[in-house]
């Protein structure tokens, strides 16, 4: 494969990451609001909320770190010598 398309991927993968992380947020937040407005228990709701939403946001920024730490680690290709 192309060394740019493979490039592309990765920026790809790492935007999809941050779309899900948004989506899930603002889903949450809504289940949130409906949860108050119809007088549910909202201790169980907003701490299952908050937990969710700090669990999405540490995986998607792993995952960033990761990429962009692997990104920057990367000096020269084996095969050929270049960078």
């Known amino acids: 494969?192309?060394?740019k398309m493979?490039?592309?991927f990765q920026i790809a993968s790492i935007s999809l990451i941050w779309v899900?992380?948004?989506g899930i947020a603002i889903w949450v937040f809504n289940l949130i609001k409906?949860?108050?407005e119809l007088h549910d228990?909202?201790?169980a709701s907003i701490a299952i909320s908050i937990v969710a939403i700090l669990v999405f946001f540490v995986l998607a920024s792993v995952l960033t770190y990761v990429f962009f730490g692997l990104r920057k680690g990367r000096n020269e290709d084996p095969e050929t010598g270049k960078s």
């Open 34 to 36: 409906v949860s108050l």
């Open 6 to 8: 493979i490039e592309g």
């Open 1 to 3: 494969m192309n060394k």
């Open 41 to 43: 228990a909202p201790d």
């Open 20 to 22: 899900l992380f948004t």
